[in-house]
């Protein structure tokens, strides 16, 4: 549905987020010292961890760093993924062999989640940052998998005809043809795999490893800093935002001849 | 006037030659939910080079199949295709196809799928560029040459469809009810687009139509096909001077013939 002209976006998309700070805070106005911090002390912590404030508690400054080794394995365990989930997808979408010897098994295996496989991994991979890398990469892999499969096997039929009466022979119809025409279906693979990592690294560090921002706020909670909570998720979604928007500009980019991505 | 008719009969005169396209004793069967289906029985066609047939029917009598099937999108049941004597066995660049839904790639610009053939085909660059750089200009497009074909109307992105297989240098151009889902002001100035490119060049044009006027008025000969099974019931050479007045006696005779060969004689 289209918006009424005259009212920018970013206002409207404001609104929403503006009465839940509301709420928050007509909630906790009376109870500064509750359960449940107010706003205005969880802006304070934000900036303390950032290291803008010196309260020098154990948290103060620790943001940064913790940022950096949760990206490193958002992006490792992404990168990761999507050098496996992107061949594969293409092989099992085009290849009928390929497809009929994994497809079951891929199958039967995707609805086992993530936090099912923890316990797995840190057995076998032991305490540490790769096991949480490694269950990102689980994370992002069937999202990307999925959707690269879905895009080389909804080639518009239309196309492979006009191609073939262009003079295009079987064996190029897979880069003249499928590729680009899976493209857009690969760039909504990558889109939901690198958003899913933001959700799977919280899991993959509350045990075995201590920095990152899941580990932040698996700290934080046990000694009761429900506001260094609330930051650490403020956080998590700021930079899944950011990397989102990231790949939004890219698919952009090179997806400007599709009118559901062109900017 | 007078030339117009005898460029008309020489056109007949060479389809008793050598003919470009030859349908012989051609039947296609599909299998069907309820066992299988004639679409086609017994068609035989011959068309001369340089010669604009239509296929004219209602649904069902197979005049999308017999151009699939000179595509070389289908294979016969039994029978043969030939193109310049020799069997069509696929798809190929002589034989360009311009569908009704278009069938441009829609990650490429109007140059780029213009190119496209002549790059698949491994034509040199220099000549690729020049090539679609006329035929840019030949339909009107030079301004939106980088436009990809979701920003083009659809008149637009069937003149690409066209421009991309004559660029091609398709000897033969089958034409799937092209223009039928155009409005009727975009499809009056491509049917006068199409006349002018093909009388320009020696193209051989096989068009699909259920508009019995569209027919008249671009055909050299117009063949009339019947449903169940698919085949072909008549053959009406038109031997009207063009650019054809739809409105005058002569047209309207044909039309009220045409009709009668369609849908039985009116009351």
Redesign the interface.
Known sequence: METRAGTPPGLLAAVFPAALLALWWGATRDAPDGLIPQPGQVLHEFLDLAGLLGNNDSFSGTLWANLLASSERVFGGFLLAAVVALPLGLLIGQVLLVRRMLDGTLQLLRPVPVTAWQPLFLILFGLGSHTALLLVTLGCFYPILLNTVFGVRNVEP??F????????SRA?MFP??VL??A?PGIFTGLRLGLGFAWVVIVVGEISGVSTGLGAMITDAREVSRTDVVIAGMVTIGLAGFLSDQAILLASRRL?????QH?G | MAAETLMADRRQLAAAGSPVLQVQAVHKRFAAAGGEVEALRAVDLAVARGEFVCLIGASGCGKSTLLRLI???ETPSEGQVLMDGRPVT????E???V?Q?Y???????VRRNIE??LV??GRPRAEVRTTAERFIEIIGLARFADA???QLSGGMKQRVAIA??LA?DAAVVLMDEPFGALDAMTRERLQDELLSLWSSTGLTVLFVTHAIEEAILLADRIVVMSPGPGRITAEVPVRLARPRDVVSVPFNDLRRDLAALLHGPAP
């Open positions: 239309r196309l005809e006009a191609a073939a009466m262009l003079g295009v190029a003249k043809v680009p025409s493209l997806l400007r001849w599709s009118p062109g | 595509g070389g999108f696929g798809p190929g660049p034989r360009g196809m569908f839904d069938g441009l790639f829609p990650w490429l610009s496209f053939g698949a085909r990809y074909p979701h991309r297989v091609n």
